[in-house]
């Protein structure tokens, strides 16, 4: 049975990709941050993010993978991803399709302050 937790910016299934398409899964989770490019990324703020959710991952090792653990896995990554943006490690894509600034509005930075 596919288990789903999807949030703003994250999304965890039990799942594997193939072909595009979602096999569901008893043993694999997959990952998808950000699906609807509404932050601007590097490489170094993704690995955080990966290592975040391996991280909650480990810690329910052992446990029933329920609908409501997976839920506090990706709700806790939410949080994690607010708080990259909070320390300017991520930011706003503004070229974006969606501009919805539910994490709080962009910190813009004044034109004589540079």
């Given at each position: 049975m596919l288990l789903k937790s999807t949030t703003?910016?994250?999304?965890i299934y039990t799942a594997e990709v193939d072909k595009n398409e979602l096999i569901p899964s008893e043993?694999?989770?997959?990952?998808d941050i950000d699906p609807d490019n509404e932050l601007v990324w590097d490489e170094d703020a993704l690995q955080r993010v990966?290592?975040?959710f391996d991280d909650l991952v480990e810690?329910?090792?052992g446990e029933d993978?329920?609908?409501?653990?997976?839920?506090r896995i990706g709700s806790d990554l939410e949080h994690y991803v607010r708080s990259l943006l909070q320390k300017g490690v991520v930011g706003y894509n503004?070229?974006?399709r969606v501009r919805n600034?539910?994490?709080g509005l962009p910190q813009v930075v004044p034109a004589d302050a540079q």
């Open positions: 703003r910016h994250i999304h043993s694999v989770l997959t990952l990966y290592a975040k810690a329910y090792s993978l329920t609908d409501y653990n997976l839920r503004l070229s974006s600034f539910s994490m």
